[in-house]
């Protein structure tokens, strides 16, 4: 291919190349610290923040996860999990009465939806803190499930919507007239063949409620209940005269995202851009 | 029944039938609906009434209009309010570099996937890491600053993060390494969509590398631009606690230098005990937002394309 190509154009593909190396380097910056900083001394991090760990000791994590974060990291998993799975159930359901069904403010409804999926969690937090309140469930872990599901379901909803409508009505209509009840046709026709959507939308969920700090800084006050992100925005005051624990802690912290980002890049990206404008 | 499916359009009768004839073994949406319907209206609804019933009271008293006027001339939610205007100023530059991301990638044989993913990266960090790394590599003896100094550049060695002059435009700095890989990802989505005969047509009548993607390329992407840029306006005005909140340990120091209206709703409604203000605030913040929200629908108009036309 390369022999096409003219001298200026030959310059400029490498000055090209040469820009998308510097943005890879900026955006790899802060994990590269990160990670080279956990395997340091504080001493050898304060000195030569930038070199690679000439003799990497894992005493950072050894201090990282003898602290709480086994806690943190269980709370977060069974938040997250609870909740997207719940989400994920429910907003399947709701998304094929929006697409099997066709009735009166149908669209009206959807188009709220919409609307929803920008309304700052920040300004539901005290109405919901006040409910929490009354109900006596400040402190547990069902209260800041059950805002979580709220607030994951309005786009769930929307991207399961905009897929379940594009089956075939064909496909369905078939099973209908073989006499196939509304439930057996969502479960044996639109399900199977609903694996993509269910896991970009399973993916975006478990990212953002995986990453949310306010509302779990807010309804989750004691401390053998901090979810992971709560936990290492503490942490960072805790370990202040030892930052190789600090970085030890924000690499355990990101590692299971980013192993699942490495192996379901294709879905993250579905997932995160399909809020978007039709038409990408 | 049956009759009539024989006889009406196929692709809508079944489902008016199910909607009209709902006790005909069919059960209608309603049931599949209800579950999301309820917590949706808990969380929202319930959410978005109480809201409104507690800017108007003090205490369970009904007061009018009076916290309202006590937000809007309190000085702190002025300066949270500035703050936030402050950061729209970042959206622009988001959209500029996404777009020059986006081109160079498209433009990009060898390595564009590994490339792509460099980029994206960035987007699906946890904030509170990022907060907390970052605050690391910005302090004044941080990593950046001993890079700048190594490089004799010793003059742009700032205390990034604790002079109240320049720890928002830090703050921005870093929002934007973050956002960047979204905007990015989706512009670089509708570019590969498009139809590659006209950028053919025009390469060949000689646009160079600049011509064709300020003539050609960026007029078609203008939808998912303005897109981005309506998003990441909302990002701004609503959604920067958790940088604030992490990298200055819930204070929005220096001073109130990093204030923003959201840790100003955190702290009047829990530190400072005032849920009244707080809730007055959240329902402007609200108002803010609705405004972006209605020119997000306008785009989606405009893209020519209902919501569902696959």
Redesign the interface.
């Known amino acids: 291919?390369s022999k096409r190509y003219t001298s200026i154009e030959k310059t400029?593909i490498t000055s090209?190349?040469l820009?998308?190396i510097l943005?890879?380097a900026?955006?790899?910056?802060?994990?590269y610290?990160?990670v080279t900083?956990s395997l340091k001394t504080q001493e050898e991090f304060?000195n030569s923040?930038?070199s690679l760990p000439m003799n990497p000791n894992f005493n950072g994590y050894t201090a990282a996860w003898n602290d709480q974060f086994p806690t943190w990291f269980r709370n977060s998993l069974f938040v997250t999990l609870t909740a997207v799975l719940i989400t994920i159930v429910?907003?399947a359901?709701?998304a094929?009465?929006?697409a099997?069904?066709?009735?009166k403010g149908r669209?009206t409804v959807?188009?709220v939806?919409?609307?929803?999926m920008?309304?700052?969690p920040?300004?539901?937090?005290?109405?919901?803190?006040?409910?929490g309140a009354k109900l006596g469930w400040i402190s547990t872990f069902r209260m800041l499930i059950?805002?979580y599901?709220?607030?994951m379901?309005?786009f769930s909803?929307y991207l399961l919507?905009?897929f379940f409508?594009?089956i075939p009505?064909s496909l369905t209509?078939a099973a209908?007239?073989d006499g196939a009840?509304?439930f057996r046709t969502f479960r044996s026709i639109v399900l199977p063949l609903s694996g993509p959507p269910l896991i970009t939308l399973t993916i975006v969920n478990l990212?953002w409620a995986?990453?949310e700090?306010?509302l779990a800084?807010?309804f989750l006050q004691s401390d053998e209940q901090k979810t992971l992100?709560v936990g290492?925005?503490g942490?960072?005051?805790r370990y202040s005269l030892s930052?190789p624990t600090?970085?030890a802690g924000?690499t355990i912290?990101?590692l299971p995202?980013f192993i699942a980002?490495i192996f379901g890049?294709r879905y993250?990206?579905t997932g995160?851009?399909a809020g978007?404008?039709?038409?990408? | 029944m049956i009759k009539s499916?024989q006889t009406e359009d196929?692709?809508?009768a079944?489902?008016?039938l199910?909607?009209v004839f709902g006790r005909l073994?069919?059960?209608?949406?309603?049931p599949?609906?209800l579950?999301?319907?309820m917590?949706?209206l808990?969380?929202?609804g319930?959410?978005?009434i109480?809201?409104v019933q507690?800017s108007f009271k003090y205490r369970g008293e009904w007061v009018g209009f009076e916290n309202f006027s006590l937000v809007v001339t309190d000085p702190l939610f002025r300066t949270a309010i500035s703050h936030n205007f402050l950061l729209l100023f970042a959206v622009p530059v988001l959209a500029v570099l996404s777009f020059m991301?986006a081109v160079?990638?498209f433009?990009?044989?060898?390595?564009m996937k590994?490339?792509r993913?460099?980029?994206?990266?960035?987007?699906?960090?946890?904030?509170?890491?990022?907060?907390?790394?970052?605050?690391?590599?910005l302090q004044l003896?941080?990593?950046l600053n001993?890079?700048l100094r190594a490089m004799g550049i010793e003059n742009l060695a700032l205390d990034w993060l604790g002079e109240p002059g320049q720890a928002l435009w830090t703050m921005s700095g870093i929002i934007i390494?973050k956002e960047v890989?979204?905007g990015t990802?989706?512009i670089l989505?509708?570019l590969i969509?498009l139809p590659l005969e006209t950028l053919e047509a025009a390469r060949i009548d000689g646009a160079g590398?600049f011509r064709l993607h300020s003539k050609v390329t960026l007029p078609q992407l203008k939808?998912?631009i303005l897109?981005?840029i309506i998003?990441e306006a909302?990002v701004m005005v609503?959604?920067v606690?958790?940088y604030v909140?992490?990298m200055t340990?819930g204070q929005g120091g220096p001073g109130n230098a990093t204030v923003v209206s959201?840790l100003y709703?955190?702290r009047s409604?829990?530190q400072n005990k005032s849920?009244e203000l707080?809730?007055t605030a959240?329902?402007l913040?609200?108002l803010a937002?609705?405004i972006?929200?209605i020119g997000?629908?306008k785009?989606?108009k405009n893209?020519n394309?209902?919501?569902?036309?696959?």
């Open positions: 291919m400029g090209r190349q820009i998308l943005i890879t900026m955006a790899a910056v802060p994990g610290l990160m900083g304060l923040p930038w429910m907003a359901s709701a094929w009465g929006f099997h069904w066709k009735w669209d959807l188009g939806l919409i609307s929803l920008v309304v700052p920040v300004v539901l937090l005290i109405p919901l803190f006040t409910l059950l805002v599901i709220g607030l379901l309005p909803i919507t905009n409508r594009a009505a209509e209908e007239i009840s509304d990212l995986w990453n700090l306010l800084l807010v992100m290492i925005t942490f960072q005051s930052i600090i970085m924000m912290a990101t995202l980002y890049q993250f990206i995160l851009t978007s404008v039709k038409g990408e | 499916l196929r692709f809508t079944p489902r008016n199910g909607a073994d069919k059960s209608g949406p309603l599949w609906i579950p999301a319907a917590c949706i808990l969380i929202f319930y959410s978005i109480d809201l507690q991301c160079l990638l433009e990009t044989r060898k390595g590994f490339y993913s460099a980029v994206f990266l960035p987007y699906i960090l946890p904030i509170p890491v990022i907060g907390v790394v970052f605050g690391q590599l003896n941080g990593a001993s890079a390494w890989g979204f990802i989706l989505a509708r969509s590398f939808p998912v897109f981005y998003n909302i609503s959604w606690f958790n909140y992490v340990n959201e709703i955190y409604a829990f849920p707080a809730a959240a329902l913040l609200l937002t609705l972006f929200i997000f629908f785009i989606q893209a394309r209902g919501l569902f036309d696959e």
